[in-house]
């Protein structure tokens, strides 16, 4: 494939974060450099990826809003996320993969 062409989002494993005002923690499923976040709750979502476990996340951190997708290039060595809600609960999504097109 030429420069600069667009490889479309390949999954390779989803994990759901039960997400509240208080911070989730979940280790990522699956392989890639791409991690893809949905928040599924009805407020904005703040998350943080790395490699360590135990991330903690702000509301200072990457928001997604309500009902929204993110596909993030994080790299080979992210293998767990840190989630929060800005208000109430709710479910939130990181899918590991490779592509850069969702």
């Known amino acids: 494939m030429s420069t600069g062409a667009n490889q479309?989002?390949?999954?390779?494993?989803?994990?759901?974060?039960?997400?509240?005002?208080t911070?989730?923690?979940v280790a990522l499923a699956g392989g890639g450099a791409a991690v893809l976040v949905y928040n599924s709750s009805a407020t904005t979502a703040f998350f943080r990826l790395g490699a360590a476990t135990g991330l903690t996340a702000t509301t200072s951190d990457t928001p997604v809003p309500p009902g929204a997708r993110m596909l993030v290039d994080a790299g080979p060595f992210v293998?767990?996320?840190a989630v929060v809600l800005s208000a109430g609960t709710g479910t939130v999504y990181f899918t590991l993969g490779d592509g850069d097109t969702y």
């Open 8 to 21: 479309p989002f390949r999954p390779a494993g989803t994990v759901a974060a039960s997400a509240s005002t």
């Open 23 to 25: 911070v989730a923690n």
């Open 79 to 81: 293998r767990n996320a």
